[in-house]
């Protein structure tokens, strides 16, 4: 694999987990628990659609094929789409919602945080202005996953039943294959042994915080997203997003 | 949610000396009600600095106490600074 193939790959990976994720947290708009907590879930949706509009649009640049940040969002299938198989995974309960949120959130964080000092200087800028974003993000994650897992009993069980479900999705976030390591070695993306190190302190000590067992470092982890193998749940998600856009190519006027 | 505590929330603009009465939010906590007045109260760039308060930690004067409380006021005109020629050299007050 070229530098330049990973590249790419790389973009769109980056790209698809924020628009997923994003897409997911939307569903929630109109059905969130409290009218604050709305508010502030699709603030965060919109950040991670619009940090998935620059990956895009920096991506759709290196592929040159004529499609844009549009197309590559809304009409691409599951098999091409390169997100982590976290983000595709339903809402659920709020334990779950804010679980999944959190795993991510803290992988965000710190590939952000790595991508700051890209040698790529596009990647540098995009990922110093989403790193505002990501941190902000990390923070409420955490806090809600501490409230309820240090909550009552009932939130307690919750939230550890969340984190067992959504353990064997975070293997996938730590263990680098070829296109990490291309970019890795071209001082482009984050070293992946550093990202799983601090990956792992982190959601050990909030886990440890809110009195919650994390999973073990040996389980069994599904690993396709970035591969394009994803799980059932994509595809119903893209039949939702890229309605529109498949009904109606290239209409202009909403 | 029907536990929760409510917060009023107070926004400093940019360019504002003083924190401002913005409305309130629901919170479990006050780290809770912090991070709901950004979400709300600061989502147009609105503020550089936030206050919570738990709304039932504020003392309010009644309102069947604003007669005795305010009309008294009323016709003292001599307790507004309108009566002074200002020198110049003192500016906006």
Known sequence: MTQAEALK???LRLADSDMILGQRLCELCGKAPALEEE?????????????????????AELIDDGRDADKLAFRRDAHNYRNLLLTEQPNEDYAVTMGRQFFFDVW???????????????IAGIAAKALKEATY???????????????????????????????????????????????????????PDQLAKDW?????????????????????????GKHG??????GFILAEMQFLQRAYPDATTW | MSEWRLYEVFVR????????????????????????????YTRRNEGVSIWVVPSDTITASASDEKEVLFDPSEDKIYRHASFYELPDEVGHM
């Open chain 1, 200 to 224: 792992r302190g982190m959601v050990n000590e909030v886990l440890t915080q809110a009195t919650l067992t994390p999973g073990a470092e040996d389980a069994w982890m599904y690993m396709g």
């Open chain 2, 13 to 40: 603009s940019k360019h504002g000396l003083n924190h401002k009465h913005v409305g309130s939010v629901h919170a479990s906590d006050a780290e809770m009600a912090m991070e709901n007045a950004r979400d709300l």
């Open chain 1, 9 to 11: 790959e790389y973009l």
């Open chain 1, 108 to 122: 965000h964080y710190f590939t952000l945080k790595s991508l700051t000092e890209s040698s790529d200087e596009r």
């Open chain 1, 229 to 234: 193998e994803h799980t059932e749940h994509l």
């Open chain 1, 137 to 191: 993000h990390l923070r409420r994650s955490s806090e809600w996953v501490k409230r309820l897992g240090d909550g009552t009993e009932e939130s307690h069980k919750r939230m550890q039943d969340a984190v067992d479900i959504l353990w064997r999705f975070t293997g996938e976030l730590i263990t680098p294959d070829d296109t990490d390591r291309v970019m890795a070695e071209a001082g482009i993306g984050p070293d």
């Open chain 1, 39 to 59: 508010m502030a879930l699709m603030n965060v949706a919109l950040d991670l659609v619009g940090q998935a509009r620059n990956w895009y649009e920096y991506a």
